[in-house]
């Protein structure tokens, strides 16, 4: 139990859970939300229900935005800056790494202090173990109201540039995102054959969990730029790449996702570093 007053703008999904799991924690908690009625349960389980964004902010010493974007924030946010002055801020919001950093800069300029999040958890798992949210900006600030940001999940401190977290967030969420892909692909090609999703859910989950596990082997190339490789070097990636192409277009399934690996390979062979390891292909994203 922490007796921060915590106040949360935003009643979204993830605005609800966040809410709800601060009264659980004997947080006192003030919520607001754009269209009216969506704080009901919330009140009934203790929070006090503002009318206005400017009443909400009144009533919190720790200001929680969990809006949908950047241009939400300042939308809500803007017309009560003068009200925000000597108020610590935390943004919850996914905002890309220079718009948390604009936020930081704008709350500098408003006498506000500004920490910047990134909640690496969905609605379900907040409060619960399973739940991480990364954060950056204001140290005071965060070790000031560390107990009570706990209670949402782990709450880790990455350095004080305010866009590092939602840096670290979107470059995980970018795994995440080419990593369901590339299983929707692997499906469409499995359908092909009538295998259903599901059971090739059932081969892809150890797979692609025993695959992350070379993760680390390829960071030390990466990190040393050391792409010297023994085995399986770039015009072998090629030979593979090339035929889960052909594989995909006899499969009748679209080359949109796996073409762009090919792509990459072939580039870096072509200039030269067919011998070197498929870690390699980082150089043409960089
Ligand atoms: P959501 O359910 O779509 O809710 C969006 C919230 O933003 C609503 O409260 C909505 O208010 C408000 N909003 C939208 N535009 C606004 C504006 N111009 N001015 C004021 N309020 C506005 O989204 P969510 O799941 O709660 O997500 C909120 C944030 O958390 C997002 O940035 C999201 O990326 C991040 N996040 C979500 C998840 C997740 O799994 N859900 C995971 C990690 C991070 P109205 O009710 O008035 O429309």
């Known amino acids: 139990m922490t007796n921060t007053q915590v106040t949360v703008l935003g009643l979204g999904a993830m605005g609800k859970a966040l809410a709800a799991t601060f009264l659980t924690g004997g947080v006192s908690a003030t919520v607001w939300n754009r269209t009216a009625g969506r704080d009901a349960e919330l009140v009934a389980a203790g929070a006090v229900g503002a009318g206005s964004v400017a009443e909400a902010i009144d009533n919190g010493e720790v200001i929680i935005a969990v809006l949908l974007d950047h241009a939400s924030v300042h939308q809500t946010l803007d017309p009560v800056v003068s ?24 709350a500098d300029e408003h006498g506000i202090e500004f920490l910047d999040g990134g909640i690496m958890a969905v609605p379900s798992m907040i409060g619960t173990p399973a739940s991480s949210i990364l954060y950056s900006g204001d140290k005071a600030l965060f070790e000031a109201h560390r107990a009570t940001l706990e209670l949402l999940g782990t709450a880790e401190f990455l350095g004080d540039d305010p866009g590092l977290a939602a840096l670290y967030d979107f470059s995980l969420l970018s795994g995440m995102y080419m990593m369901f892909a590339g299983f929707f692909h692997g499906a469409a090609m499995m359908s092909s054959a009538g295998v259903s999703a599901q059971e090739f859910a059932q081969r892809a989950v150890p797979w692609v969990t025993a695959m992350a596990q070379g993760f680390p082997g390829y ?8 792409y010297s490789a023994e085995v399986q070097h770039l015009e072998f990636q090629q030979a593979a790449v090339n035929a889960i192409v052909r594989a995909s277009r006899d499969a009748g399934v679209a080359t949109d996702l796996i073409a762009p690996i090919a792509e990459l390979i072939d580039r870096q062979i072509r200039a030269g570093h067919g011998a070197a390891a498929f870690a390699r292909t980082i150089e043409e994203l960089r």
């Open 83 to 106: 009200q925000l002055r000597g108020k610590r801020l935390i943004n919850l919001t996914s905002t890309a790494p220079e718009e948390s950093r604009e936020l930081a800069r704008w």
């Open 219 to 226: 960071a030390g190339a990466i990190d040393s730029r050391d």
